[in-house]
């Protein structure tokens, strides 16, 4: 088996299953027909009989030797008297099939996606909008509920569906303006930042560490958002409190620190510049990682503030609540302490629909690296992710449009409303084939990711046996630490 495709990014096309080879048709096979009967309804019954019922064996020899090969293929017979009952169903599966209904699918809504899905986009911007609106205009007062939820709200939207999907190029086909193409989207300068989608991520490092490493490493080591790995480092107590004061901060205390890593580890290979000795470019980079010196010679803590974490973290708590001290400092101070608990709460939210989305004891991780768009890619993007409730924008505006994850995964590039309409039928077709589509209230889900971010559960491990060697792959930059099967 060979393993050694190198590649550097972006998708590769669809490759259709070959055609099974002609079957040829055994001497006992065509002795079977006789000669027709004489005339009468016995004999009629009787030439009708025998072709039929020699068909049906056939067709049941075929089947059967179509699962013999599969199970060579993928595994052996061996291997799969070894699964274990909940995996079983990976034996039995048509991959190919499977993966081609998938993309075939994908393609399909694509095709379609037309000025329907941008008057969707711009709803849910006025929605986004709207939020904005009710928090700045009450957060003079004191902390209040209304206050902080509908800024929490603006943040969060602002996120996880317009920086978040237009990021992927959900809209590049439709959006005639350019304004909410992914080739500019809060990108080159702090002033496209504040305009498109201003948070404690810098939005250059997000594409790299979310929308590719994320995306096309799911569930493997070399994903940086696989929350398996990285609570491996939480140990006594901490594994049981650290989930729950992430809850509050994890936006800037990790994801910040964590996309900029990638960001900079990116730009040292594509300079061919050796990486700081001893520095882990798979472990998970914290600002209290920061503290303890992880980072030296990557970058600073002062480069971090200047130019990721600083300009939101000036503009948001200081500089929009400003004007209200020429009123009243009273109002000020009420300003900023809505501001502070809504940071909070943006930080709860999107920790109860994002990271939630790939943990759980239902869920698979895997070894090795696949081709984008292939029928284990596909596989993956189902067995390693988890729905939430779907269905109706005002539902899937407070999951953030993440309850729509499998889809999301297979059609990274897709809009919202594409994703509502693909849902329903990407669902059938894993049902069709036996593949595990888990869909779960989201609070169900969080309960899930606390137990294996605690240690309490583990998630399940796709057997290397029956991954489909045509569609194994090596990335540029794990040769040397990733074992190529000769």
């Known amino acids: 088996r060979k393993q050694n495709m190198l590649a550097s990014g972006g998708h590769t096309a669809f490759a259709a299953p070959r055609a099974p080879p002609q079957r040829h048709v055994a001497p006992t096979e065509r002795s079977a027909h006789p000669a027709p009967a004489a005339a009468g309804h016995d004999g009629g019954l009787a030439s009708l009989a025998v072709p039929v019922m020699a068909g049906l064996a056939t067709l049941a020899a075929a089947r059967r030797s179509r699962r013999c090969r599969g199970l060579r293929a993928r595994g052996g017979e061996e291997a799969t008297a070894r699964l274990h009952p909940t995996d079983q169903w990976i034996a039995d599966m048509d991959l190919a099939a499977f993966g081609k209904e998938v993309h075939e699918l994908g393609e399909k809504l694509k095709a379609e996606q037309n000025e329907k899905d941008q008057k969707h986009l711009f709803k849910m911007i006025w929605w986004s909008r709207l939020c904005a609106a009710v928090g700045l205009g009450t957060m003079w007062m004191g902390p209040n509920p209304l206050t902080v939820i509908a800024l929490s709200l603006w943040t969060h939207s602002a996120w996880t569906m317009m920086g978040h999907h237009v990021g992927h190029g959900g809209y590049n086909r439709t959006d005639s303006t350019g304004r909410y193409s992914s080739r500019g989207f809060a990108l080159g300068s702090v002033w496209r930042r504040l305009q498109d989608w201003f948070d404690w991520m810098l939005p250059e490092a997000w594409c790299i560490e979310h929308n590719q490493l994320h995306h096309y490493r799911l569930g493997e080591d070399d994903d940086p958002d696989l929350v398996e790995r990285n609570a491996e480092s939480w140990k006594g107590m901490d594994r049981y409190t650290m989930p729950f004061v992430s809850m509050l901060l994890w936006k800037w205390a990790y994801y910040a620190p964590n996309t900029y890593k990638e960001l900079k580890v990116l730009e040292y290979r594509n300079k061919g510049t050796p990486l700081p000795a001893g520095f882990n470019p798979q472990a998970p980079l914290t600002l209290s990682d920061?503290?303890?010196?992880?980072?030296?010679?990557?970058?600073?803590?002062?480069?971090?503030?200047?130019?990721?974490?600083?300009?939101?973290?000036?503009?948001?708590?200081?500089?929009?609540?400003?004007?209200?001290?020429?009123?009243?400092?009273?109002?000020?101070?009420?300003?900023?302490?809505?501001?502070?608990?809504?940071?909070?709460?943006?930080?709860?939210?999107?920790?109860?629909?994002?990271?939630?989305?790939?943990?759980?004891?239902?869920?698979?991780?895997?070894?090795?690296?696949?081709?984008?768009?292939?029928?284990?890619?596909?596989?993956r993007a189902v067995t390693s992710s988890a729905n939430f409730d779907t269905g109706g924008d005002l539902n899937d505006f407070m999951h953030g449009w993440l309850n729509y994850q499998i889809e999301h995964h297979c059609w990274p590039d897709l809009s919202m409303l594409s994703y509502q309409k693909g849902q329903p039928e990407l669902k059938r077709i894993c049902e069709k084939y036996g593949v595990p589509y888990v869909q779960e209230n989201v609070f169900v889900r969080l309960k899930k990711t606390l137990d294996i971010a605690m240690g309490k559960k583990f998630m399940r491990k796709y057997p290397d046996s029956f991954e489909r060697e045509a569609d194994m792959m090596v990335w540029k930059d794990q040769i040397g630490r990733v074992a190529v099967a000769a």
């Open 290 to 379: 920061m503290v303890a010196g992880k980072a030296k010679g990557l970058f600073s803590f002062g480069e971090l503030f200047t130019r990721v974490l600083g300009p939101y973290f000036l503009f948001r708590f200081f500089l929009l609540p400003l004007p209200l001290a020429l009123i009243n400092p009273a109002f000020y101070l009420n300003a900023v302490a809505n501001m502070f608990l809504a940071d909070i709460a943006s930080n709860i939210h999107g920790f109860i629909v994002v990271v939630t989305n790939h943990a759980g004891e239902d869920l698979y991780r895997f070894n090795r690296s696949c081709k984008p768009k292939s029928p284990t890619f596909y596989l």
